[in-house]
C-alpha cells in the first residue's frame, strides 16, 4: 500500500519538514516535468505520486541526484492535473525568491502555455501583495532604508519584506513588518528593530 511518510503538508525549505526517503519506492513514481532552474538554466527533472491515502507528492532529480520528496499536499481537486498544478504552483512561489522563475523544456501533463499561466498567476499575486506592503512604512523599513540595505517587498504577504544583510554577505535578511521584526537565517541573527540597530552598531 502507498502511504506517506508524515501527513505534514507544504514544500520542503529546509530540515524541519521531512516526507520520507524514496530508495524504496522511487519505482512509484511517475515523471512529470524537466525545466530550467538557476542563473545557469541547469536541468531539474520532477516526478510525482500519488498514494493509496490520497497525498499528491512531488519530488526533484538534479543530475541524476537521489530523488527527494520537496512538496506534499492531500489530494483537493476533482482531477490528477488540477492537483499537479497546485503542487508546482506552491513549489514556484515557495522558492522563487531564491531561485527565480524556472522556464519549461517539457511535461507529460501540461501544456507550455498551462505553465506560463501558473508563472503569470503568481506574478500577478506578487505584485497586488507588493504594493500594499509599499503603502505601510513602518520604522523598520525607515532604518534599514537610512542604512542602504535596499529593503524591498516579497510579494509572499503586504508584511513580508527582505533587505540586504548589514553583515556585508551576499545574502539577504527577511523581514516581518507585522512586528516590526527581522532575522537572518545566515548569521543565525534575529529580533527588533533595536537589536539590528545594536548589531549594525558592532559591525561599524
Not at 5 to 13: I, N, P, R
Not at 156 to 173: K, L, M, Q, R, V
Request: glycine share 4%.
Amino acid at each position: 500500500m502507498k502511504t506517506v511518510f508524515t501527513t505534514q503538508e507544504g514544500v520542503k525549505m529546509n530540515s524541519q519538514l521531512d516526507f520520507g526517503n524514496t530508495a524504496k519506492i522511487k519505482n512509484e513514481f511517475q515523471f512529470l516535468m524537466t525545466t530550467y532552474e538557476t542563473l545557469f538554466d541547469e536541468e531539474f527533472d520532477y516526478f510525482y505520486r500519488i498514494t493509496d491515502d490520497n497525498y499528491f507528492q512531488l519530488a526533484f532529480s538534479y543530475h541524476n541526484s537521489e530523488l527527494e520528496i520537496n512538496v506534499q499536499y492531500k489530494l483537493q481537486f476533482d482531477t490528477k492535473k488540477e492537483d499537479i498544478i497546485y503542487a508546482v504552483h506552491q513549489l514556484i512561489e515557495a522558492n522563487h525568491l531564491f531561485i527565480g522563475y524556472p522556464t519549461l523544456k517539457e511535461s507529460v501533463i501540461f501544456t507550455q502555455q498551462e505553465f506560463d499561466k501558473i508563472i503569470s498567476d503568481i506574478k500577478v499575486s506578487k505584485t497586488i501583495e507588493k504594493e500594499k506592503a509599499k503603502q505601510k512604512t513602518t520604522p523598520l523599513i525607515s532604518f534599514l532604508e537610512q542604512q542602504q540595505l535596499h529593503p524591498k517587498p516579497t510579494g509572499f504577504n503586504e508584511d513580508s519584506w527582505t533587505a540586504s544583510c548589514p553583515s556585508g554577505g551576499n545574502h539577504f535578511i527577511m523581514i516581518t513588518t507585522l512586528k516590526d521584526e527581522w532575522g537572518c537565517g545566515y548569521c543565525k541573527k534575529k529580533g527588533t528593530i533595536l537589536d539590528l540597530k545594536k548589531w549594525v552598531k558592532e559591525l561599524e
